[in-house]
């Protein structure tokens, strides 16, 4: 199932792609690990995805989802989900503070239950404001966020930040219809650090950013193209492993 | 069954946690903004429904009324007050007919000032022949702590979806049924 990659759209060096990943044996603070490309997913395992092509915000969370997946497989990237559990934390806690002061309100007859329940409502409101804050200011646009260790003399650490964002299609009055060249882009940011010794000598540092339209990994019926858009996101992540800053 | 816990193995504990989350929160904040309205209006049910038709011409069975309750002032002869008697299970609204100040007797606290807080009430409803005396369930008047709230407000008809529910619970089910998974089946 192995692809022959095309080079020309790696801005790599062309000695580093010449030596071929079984054959390497560089030191190994020049040897790139292992980029999603190489590792390969049999159909078997794919499941079809199928959203309304019409609604952007679809079509984001598709391909959201396929980076996820495509990242998190074994022998790659594992995810840190500090922003899911800092969401679920806040929620479920505003979620039963919420609760309580309801039930307190219904046991304890009114004018007596006012103190308390006016303490559960700021409480609540102030939970929730963090909730929004938490996601506006320090998650913003993130979806992926991922981490790897690997052994090779030193234990060497790289880590991975992935921001996804829709661009609209740019409204002028004589394309006005629905169709593929007129689709709005799926931008992805990837920035990408590989550093050992704790965290304190930096071995690369990458940033890649891409876009493309949407049409090219969903087609009529809103199927997605999942080995297309796989292509491009491994393409894009490994170009920002190999330590460029774009 | 086994291919259930594939399914729900794939999906992640994270992921259900979220989903659950996102219904929950919606209750929680209907929740939140209804005791939040009660704080503001300082009245234990500040959105109530007329039942029957003692009001009218003025309110109908249907309407929904608003309401607020001051503390600090004075409840005057023609306020429309909703009051609920211990002991009854729904609350009347009626107008106000008379009131009567009973000065505090001898309070060592200085704390009630106003003369709010022992006023007592006598209501009517604009549609009976006689005062709510036979309603009292033995009480000669009302006092301020009957009092759910003074009627600032109201809209028309609205307030048929609630007699609806009520009378056919099945309807309540369906509707809570039907936003429960909505909630749950949609993505952020």
Redesign the interface.
């Known amino acids: 199932m192995a692809r022959p990659r095309n080079t020309q759209q790696i801005n790599g060096t062309q000695s580093s792609l010449a030596k071929g990943r079984a054959t390497r044996t560089p030191s190994p603070e020049t040897e790139r690990p292992t980029g999603p490309l190489s590792i390969v997913v049999p159909i078997s395992e794919r499941d079809t995805v199928k959203v309304n092509h019409y609604n952007s915000t679809e079509l984001k969370n598709a391909c959201d989802d396929a980076v996820k997946r495509y990242l998190s497989r074994p022998e790659l990237f594992k995810q840190i989900h500090l922003h899911t559990d800092v969401r679920l934390a806040l929620g479920w806690l505003s979620v039963f503070v919420a609760a309580g002061t309801a039930l307190y309100g219904y046991k304890i007859e009114f004018e007596k239950s006012k103190t308390v329940v006016s303490i559960g409502l700021v409480v609540y409101i102030l939970l929730t404001t963090l909730q929004t804050l938490y996601s506006y200011f320090v998650e913003s646009h993130t979806i992926f966020e991922g981490k790897r260790k690997s052994l090779s003399k030193r234990i060497i650490t790289e880590r991975i930040h992935i921001d996804s964002t829709t661009i609209p299609v740019s409204k002028s009055p004589l394309t006005t219809s629905v169709s593929p060249s007129n689709s709005p882009s799926y931008l992805l940011t990837v920035s990408y650090v590989r550093s050992t010794n704790g965290g304190k000598s930096l071995l690369a540092k990458g940033r890649a950013k891409a876009a493309q339209t949407y049409s090219a990994f969903f087609d009529e019926t809103g199927t997605m193209d999942q080995e297309v858009f796989e292509r491009w996101v491994g393409e894009l992540v490994e170009s920002s492993m190999d330590g460029k800053l774009a | 069954m086994l291919e259930e816990l594939k399914a729900f193995k794939k999906l992640g504990v994270?992921h259900i946690?979220?989903q659950i989350?996102n219904f929950?929160?919606v209750?929680?904040?209907g929740?939140?903004i209804w005791?939040?309205l009660?704080?503001l209006t300082?009245s234990?049910s500040p959105i109530v429904v007329v039942l029957s038709g003692s009001m009218e011409p003025a309110f109908y069975r249907g309407d929904i009324l608003f309401l607020t309750n001051p503390s600090n002032q004075r409840y005057k002869t023609g306020d429309i007050t909703v009051y609920k008697i211990p002991g009854a299970e729904i609350p009347i609204v009626h107008r106000v007919l008379e009131t009567h100040d009973v000065s505090p007797k001898k309070q060592a606290s200085t704390r009630s000032k106003s003369l709010v807080p022992h006023q007592r009430l006598l209501t009517k409803g604009d549609n009976n022949y006689v005062d709510d005396i036979e309603l009292y369930q033995g009480l000669d008047w009302l006092e301020r702590?009957h009092i759910v709230g003074k009627v600032r407000g109201f809209l028309p008809y609205v307030g048929y979806v609630t007699i609806a529910m009520n009378d056919f619970p099945q309807l309540k089910y369906a509707l809570l049924g039907t936003l429960g998974l909505l909630a749950l089946i949609q993505?952020?």
């Open positions: 994270r946690l979220l989350l929950a929160t209750i929680a904040s929740l939140m005791k939040g009660g704080v300082n234990e702590k993505r952020e």
